[in-house]
């Protein structure tokens, strides 16, 4: 969200972590994984920093969520190598889960990166650099 307000500007990791309130050792390693995944291209050096790869409205926040968590179980059902559970032969709410994990997913991909930061000034004036 940060780079998506400040669309066009390469920005730095001390800015985000100032507006943020975040560490940047964290932030340097989420920003190495966004780079890796390619929604933004890093900039080495003095005038370095990040920007965003493709244009925030081509970005669903779901592919974003999807790449940091990745296959996530809710419940240890879900991980058939795991499982231990002793009703698992009969129980139906290992559907209800991956039904609502589904729908989890279905939210957030119908909406982009710019449904999150375009009409919402107040998000704006905090992630905007000057």
Do not use: W
């Not at 669903?60 to 058939?80: D, K, S």
């Amino acid at each position: 969200m940060f780079c998506a307000a400040n669309k066009g500007r390469t920005v730095r990791k001390a800015e985000i972590a100032a507006s943020c309130d975040a560490s940047e050792n964290h932030l340097a390693q989420v920003i190495h994984k966004l780079a890796q995944a390619g929604f933004v291209t890093t900039v080495r050096g003095r005038k370095g920093g990040l920007q965003l790869r493709r244009d925030p409205a081509q970005l669903r926040v779901g592919e974003i969520v999807r790449f940091f968590e990745g296959a996530v179980p809710l419940t240890e059902c879900m991980v058939h190598k795991a499982d231990t559970c002793p009703v698992v032969g009969c129980c139906v709410m290992k559907d209800a889960f991956c039904d609502a994990l589904e729908a989890f997913y279905a939210s957030l991909d119908g909406r982009t990166l710019a449904d999150l930061v375009n009409q919402n000034a107040g998000l704006v004036s905090l992630l905007k650099v000057a």
